[in-house]
């Protein structure tokens, strides 16, 4: 690469770095090949350096995409500190003649917008119909609605791209399954995507499980972790776990309540602690973060609203009160400890009604054709076609109006353009209306639960089984920074021979083509194209001859591989 960009190790130090970073270069070879490229890397590992010194090697503008406001801020402010001129349009970043004219002279080659700049408005004619070189969606699982926090806003940027020309498309996130990567890849239009997927083992991370009996002894669990009281591991290992838990951290809940009462029982015993959650104020939410990321107060507890584009290096612990629905989202909010690479506790507090409640939250929200016409509907009844409106108008939540026009469009009775949603049918029949992309996807949230589940309850190492979730294989059977390895739990090994190996293609005869990506005493558990995960008894399936292990040729494509 240096020989086609002689100017690149300059402009690595311009940006203050010495090297390369894992994947790093990789990427940035293929982008500048005009290949596109989804990049899944952990926060702190450089996703960002990517598409900087991209745009400073292509001859058009750089369109970067990101859903979070702070983190724009923060981004302008440090090319600004590098001396690299870039502008953001956002309610914080209005446009101004001077950047648009920045933009059409070609002193400013990075600009970053909202998703809802992106598809508002008429974003060739702002840039002045400079071309761009680069497209980059930050954040990018919220793209997919197999992701765990979809946002509705990044559905049209796959007609952005065409819209800007179709130039070589980024996608980067922190965590995202093979099922996941697959949905990024189409909803974008991207064309042979190179997947590179660095990161996913954090070994300075302690993964630990403390199951409790009951929603009551949750308060008397904490105060145990927050005084000291560790399991009985080798001496050094539980020093280094008090150490980091005398430390800054977090605490999740999943809902507001618990934040607020968390945090207060923390106060009780003296230590500095706030609470975050979308219904405070946006000032309140800043100063808890302002306060945190400063110093003055030690533990934040927090709903999931708070982490997204957060970057406070020294996190020791990250405890959860309550089970995520998903392991992406618990790996994801738990990999927000120990950023500088040193060592960092991770708890997860486990009881069986937690895993009830994501179970009836999950199988109570099941989009139905009678809530389909509801929406459709309302579409015919009012002017002004927005969520807020459609919400006001039907009763129903924004995730189901938000699936119900998904549903409408991909059955050909509506048609979105930029913010406007348009119908095209003057009859509508409710039972033409296809739910079947809907029903896959309920599928695969109850599979996720399920693998959420045996993370918790699992005896095997647990990093292991993180890394197996995300596609990866594990170096060695234990890892010794978990509580599985240093208290000598593990599964009974297989009784049944069988020729299954992590990572291999196979093909139930009901279940459709998937991938092995874990093998636990006489289970194996499968990620199915059309079904989610699965996990199947080795000798039922040896037995009856119900799983075959694909050959190249057999082989449909069913997701994104690293490559």
């Known amino acids: 690469m240096s020989a086609e960009h002689p100017q690149l190790e300059d402009l690595l ?6 090297e390369f970073k894992d994947g790093q270069r990789e990427a940035l070879r293929a982008l500048l090949s005009g290949r596109d490229v989804i990049a899944i890397l952990p926060t702190g590992a450089g996703k960002s350096l990517i598409y900087q010194l991209a745009s400073q090697l292509l001859p058009g503008v750089t369109l970067v995409v990101t859903p979070l406001l702070a983190l724009m801020s923060d981004q302008l402010e440090a090319m600004e500190e590098v001396g690299v001129k870039a502008v ?3 309610s914080l970043h209005p446009e101004t003649r001077e950047a648009l004219e920045g933009i059409k002279r070609g002193e400013i080659k990075l600009v970053y917008v909202t998703p809802e700049g992106a598809t508002g408005g008429n974003l060739r004619e702002e840039l002045d119909d400079r071309p761009v070189s680069l497209f980059v969606v930050d954040e990018a699982h919220c793209i997919s609605e197999w992701g765990h926090d979809f946002r509705p806003s990044y559905l049209q940027l796959g007609e952005v791209v065409e819209e800007v020309g179709r130039p070589p498309v980024l996608a980067l996130t922190a965590t995202a399954t093979p099922w996941v990567r697959q949905d990024i890849a189409r909803a974008l239009g991207m064309r042979d995507p190179l997947v590179v997927a660095h990161g996913f083992d954090r070994p300075n991370l302690f993964l ?6 009951h929603h009551e002894d949750e308060r ?3 105060e145990a972790l927050l005084s000291g009281q560790v399991e009985a591991y080798p001496e050094e290992v539980s020093a280094r776990i008090r150490r980091a838990l005398e430390g800054p951290g977090l605490i999740y809940t999943n809902t507001t309540r618990a934040a607020e009462e968390t945090a207060g029982w923390l106060k009780e015993m003296g230590i500095p602690a706030g609470y975050y959650h979308g219904r405070r104020r946006k000032s309140e939410r800043e100063r808890v973060q302002q306060d945190f990321m400063e110093g003055k107060l030690r533990v934040v507890v927090a ?7 957060i970057d406070k290096p020294d996190v020791r612990f990250v405890i959860h009160r309550d089970a995520p629905a998903s392991l992406e989202a618990y790996y994801q909010e738990a990999g927000r400890a120990g950023r500088d690479g040193e060592f960092a506790f991770c708890c997860l507090l486990h009881k069986d009604e937690d895993l009830e409640k994501a179970a009836f939250m999950a199988g109570a929200s099941d989009l139905t054709q009678d809530e389909v016409r509801e929406v459709y509907q309302a579409l015919r009844k009012i002017r002004r076609r927005e969520l807020e409106d459609l919400q006001e108008e039907t009763g129903l939540g924004r995730s189901l109006i938000v699936r119900a026009l998904l549903a409408l469009e991909r059955s050909g009775f509506i048609r ?5 949603i348009l119908l095209t049918r003057k009859r509508f029949a409710p039972e033409q209306v296809s739910l079947e992309e809907e029903h896959a996807r309920r599928e695969y949230e109850r599979s996720r639960l399920e693998m959420m589940r045996s993370y918790m309850e699992t005896p095997a190492c647990r990093r292991g089984f993180i890394l197996n979730y995300f596609g990866e294989q594990m170096r060695g059977e234990r890892c010794d920074m978990c509580d599985n390895d240093l208290l000598g739990r593990r599964p009974r090994a297989s009784r049944v021979d069988h020729p299954f190996e992590v990572g291999q293609r196979v093909r139930h005869p009901s279940l459709g083509d998937g991938t092995v990506h874990r093998i636990e005493g006489d289970k194996i558990t499968v990620l199915f194209a059309s079904k989610g995960y699965r996990e199947l008894s080795l000798e039922h399936i040896v037995r009856e001859g119900l799983l075959a292990p694909l050959s190249q040729d057999d082989r449909q494509p069913s997701g994104l591989e690293r490559r």
């Open 303 to 309: 709903t999931n609203a708070f982490g997204m584009g």
């Open 220 to 222: 008397q669990a904490l």
């Open 208 to 213: 630990q499980v403390r199951r409790l009996e």
């Open 416 to 420: 979105q353009e930029g913010d406007r």
């Open 13 to 18: 130090e311009k940006f203050g770095h010495q």
């Open 88 to 90: 953001g349009f956002s």
